[in-house]
């Protein structure tokens, strides 16, 4: 698990970029990397869904498993990859 949001180029040093964030996943040696913190409340000037998609996105790019539940969804970490759709593409 690792942060994943409310970035902004004007405070770069308060969050990481989505990118960075899987940058951080791979260098800790992991296969599977989950983004937190995202999609709850906005102090950014991005869209609520911009960190999971650019995490996401990067994250597969770089051969990484994207384990994505819902906000506030508890999972089984045994189960853990039938939690990986862009469950928020659906929602308008």
Request: overall charge negative; some cysteine; aromatic content about 10%.
């Amino acid at each position: 698990m690792t942060d994943c949001a409310q970035y902004d180029t004007r405070w770069p040093e308060v969050h990481m970029f989505p990118e960075e964030a899987v940058q951080a996943v791979q260098t800790l040696g992991a296969k599977t990397a989950m983004p937190v913190h995202w999609g709850a409340f906005a102090i950014a000037n991005h869209a609520w869904d911009d960190s999971a998609e650019r995490f996401t996105t990067a994250g597969e790019k770089n051969g990484l498993k994207i384990v994505t539940p819902q906000t506030g969804e508890t999972i089984s970490l045994k189960n853990a990859s039938s939690h990986m759709e862009r469950w928020w593409k659906d929602i308008p």
